[in-house]
């Protein structure tokens, strides 16, 4: 038998249970604010203590498209459209 390998999870918000990974996906789907990842999946939304981080990640090129935020252009109104 192959020995199981466990994958290295880093927690950015231990309330919920979300990992770095989640938060960059996130990102990538457009949420480019804490409030925004907040939004996507509760992250920073409960004792507090993730925020720093979250706004680390998304200033570290985890949102691919801060240029369009950077110029004032909406990221999410595809997504309020479709709600």
Same mark, same amino acid.
Do not use: W
């Given at each position: 038998?192959? +020995?199981?390998?466990?994958?290295?999870?880093?927690?950015?918000?231990? &309330?919920?249970?979300? %990992?770095?990974? @989640?938060?960059?996906?996130?990102?990538? #789907?457009?949420? &480019? %604010?804490?409030? @925004? =990842?907040?939004?996507?999946?509760?992250?920073? %939304? #409960?004792?507090?203590?993730?925020?720093?981080? =979250?706004?680390?990640?998304?200033?570290?090129?985890?949102? +691919?498209?801060?240029?369009?935020?950077? @110029?004032?252009?909406?990221?999410?109104? #595809?997504?309020?459209?479709?709600?």
């Amino acid at each position: 038998m192959s +020995p199981v390998r466990e994958v290295n999870r880093v927690y950015v918000c231990n &309330c919920f249970g979300v %990992t770095e990974a @989640q938060v960059k996906k996130h990102a990538a #789907d457009g949420a &480019c %604010t804490p409030r @925004q =990842i907040a939004s996507a999946c509760k992250a920073g %939304t #409960d004792c507090g203590s993730c925020v720093r981080r =979250i706004q680390a990640l998304l200033g570290r090129g985890a949102c +691919p498209r801060r240029e369009l935020v950077d @110029q004032g252009e909406p990221l999410l109104s #595809d997504l309020d459209e479709a709600a």
